[in-house]
């Protein structure tokens, strides 16, 4: 079974994130909700390389109910979960992401899963 290793879930909304994402740092978020069985359902991951509060604030909509949320000690680490947390709950036939992360602009970072990169 996939895991996370995020805290939460919260309620999707900016007063829930400035109460529990405080510090301006990289790291990585999943979007989804709470099913019957009290398990979160991933269906959408991400990051950010520079401030994760700003990134999910940008994300919020209808969509989706709840986030989950994790501090990354740095960019290439942040790209890195983000890579295993798409590839772990299903990619693009599973998730809402259309497509494989991206790797920062300028950066040589490879996916640690697949060849994308290659």
Request: proline share 4%.
């Amino acid at each position: 079974m996939a895991i996370l290793g995020m805290s939460g879930p919260y309620v999707f909304t900016t007063e829930k994130i400035d109460e529990v994402v405080t510090k301006k740092s990289a790291g990585n978020y999943a979007l989804g909700y709470t099913n019957n069985e009290g398990t979160f359902i991933v269906k959408y991951v991400g990051r950010s390389d520079t401030d994760l509060n700003k990134e999910l604030k940008a994300k919020i909509s209808d969509k989706y109910k709840q986030f989950k949320y994790s501090y990354a000690t740095s960019p290439k680490a942040a790209f890195e979960k983000e890579c295993h947390n798409f590839h772990d709950f299903g990619g693009s036939a599973k998730l809402h992401n259309t497509y494989h992360p991206g790797r920062p602009h300028g950066s040589n970072w490879k996916c640690p899963i697949c060849n994308i990169f290659d």
